[in-house]
């Protein structure tokens, strides 16, 4: 149990465009989802936050409206990251917790964003 | 702030019980330890978290001490596969209480 899926696992794009990364949780409902990005040797960083079907919370520093979070639904949250810039490129993973009666966070395998 | 202590890195043999300490001497009455592993490119891995009592799982045990103030995570046969960067982090168990990673230990498993 307690079993996260990410798509996509690798993308390449190009700068100025957006991308949509998705996360689910496959045999338990989340009601908290989380977002890291992790830059090359480094650990990971929270960028927020959310519950199903309320507004993400999002970390100091992490820009709202550059990197959109919707948790519609209790298995399902995206991260879309507008206007793409190489510095945007990174390890994107998500987690979700809430399944199986406890607080723990289980992870998602990863979406390594690259932007030309 | 961090608030937990880990060694940079660590070697052990393959077979050997691998030890990985970390010390959260500011640990809050509710907090738990737990303990996650990052393999190279992929998410982390959630191995095992506990209160005060020591507590055991299929991948690993937990060994908190008395004081709570520090804890050692146990793998009792390590294998190559257990090669990756152990996180250690103090958590609540309530509400949406994030997870703060530090820069773990990074465990080789030497044939």
């Known amino acids: 149990g307690a079993v996260v899926s990410q798509h996509p696992s690798r993308v390449i794009c190009k700068s100025g465009t957006s991308v949509k990364i998705e996360c689910r949780s496959l045999d338990f409902q989340a009601t908290t989802m989380f977002w890291y990005r992790q830059f090359p040797k480094q650990s990971l960083m929270l960028m927020a936050t959310?519950?199903?079907?309320?507004?993400?919370?999002?970390e100091q520093g992490v820009e709202k409206d550059k990197f959109l979070i919707n948790h519609a639904s209790l298995t399902l949250s995206t991260l879309t990251v507008t206007s793409a810039h190489p510095e945007d490129s990174s390890f994107y993973i998500c987690s979700a917790m809430g399944g199986l009666g406890t607080d723990t966070q289980y992870f998602g395998p990863g979406t390594r964003l690259t932007v030309l | 702030d961090a608030k937990t202590t880990q060694p940079t890195s660590m070697d052990c043999a393959e077979g050997r019980a691998a030890n990985l300490p970390c010390n959260h001497s500011t640990i809050s009455g509710n907090e738990y330890v737990y303990w996650y592993r990052q393999i190279h490119s992929q998410g982390p891995q959630y191995i095992i978290h506990?209160?005060?009592n020591n507590e055991t799982n299929e991948m690993a045990s937990l060994i908190i001490t008395e004081d709570r103030k520090s804890s050692t995570l146990i793998l009792p046969h390590a294998t190559l596969r257990d090669t990756a960067v152990y996180y250690c982090i103090v958590k609540g168990n309530f509400g949406n209480e994030k997870l703060t990673f530090g820069t773990g230990t990074r465990l080789t498993i030497i044939p």
């Open positions: 959310s519950n199903e079907g309320s507004k993400a919370t999002y």
């Open positions: 506990g209160l005060k």
